[in-house]
């Protein structure tokens, strides 16, 4: 299994909170929808980039389509 240094653990942990305190706010004060949709989404790019460093691989469905029928 992959994993990520403590920093980049650190960083991945601090742009989560970053999320989930945006996401709360904007639910209790919306005010510009399209901005808080940008910095939501920033946010979440901000996740999937430090992600991609611990992914795992997985088959292709179509390949193994038969044997599963």
């Avoid at 904007?26 to 399209?34: A, E, Q």
């Avoid at 946010?43 to 992600?51: G, L, P, T, V």
Wanted: hydrophobic share 30%; charged share 35%.
């Amino acid at each position: 299994m992959k994993t990520l240094s403590s920093e980049k653990e650190n960083l991945l942990k601090s742009h989560i909170c970053d999320l989930y305190e945006r996401v709360n706010y904007y639910n209790v004060n919306p005010t510009d929808p399209l901005k808080e949709n940008d910095q939501i989404e920033d946010s979440i790019k901000n996740i999937i980039e430090i992600e991609k460093e611990i992914a795992v691989t997985l088959p292709k469905r179509s390949e193994n389509w038969k044997e599963f029928q």
